[in-house]
């Protein structure tokens, strides 16, 4: 069984920068990569970033240039740089890691971008 654990979400000023966090715990030799998700209130859960087993990375079209993801599967780490923010990038981040074909989610870390 594999357990998601988030950080790093804070209150930041437009164009300033974050680091978040995510770390695994248990049976992390069973994923087969991690993605990052956001949501706000009222809103479906929007697709951020994902690592591919062949280490592409896919973003979303509204982060790319500013976010940059980097994953670890032998250590159970993923992070995602976030850069240039913006008050629109507001929400609550959650890692996401594909585990023997289902996904495993983490609790989430919020994210404020505002004055």
């Known amino acids: 069984q594999v357990h998601l654990m988030e950080s790093g979400g804070d209150l930041v000023q437009p164009g300033g920068s974050l680091r978040l966090d995510c770390t695994a715990t248990?049976?992390?030799?069973?994923?087969?990569?991690f993605g990052w998700y956001r949501e706000t209130p009222g809103k479906p859960r929007q697709f951020v970033a994902l690592?591919?087993?062949?280490?592409?990375?896919n973003y979303a079209t509204s982060v790319e240039g500013r976010f940059s993801m980097s994953s670890d599967r032998t250590k159970g780490t993923s992070s995602l740089q976030m850069n240039n923010l913006r008050p629109d990038d507001t929400a609550v981040y959650y890692c996401?890691?594909?585990?023997?074909?289902?996904?495993?989610w983490g609790q989430g870390t919020q994210v404020t971008v505002s004055l």
């Open positions: 996401n890691a594909g585990v023997n074909g289902r996904f495993v």
């Open positions: 248990g049976d992390i030799s069973s994923i087969a990569n």
């Open positions: 690592t591919f087993n062949d280490g592409r990375i």
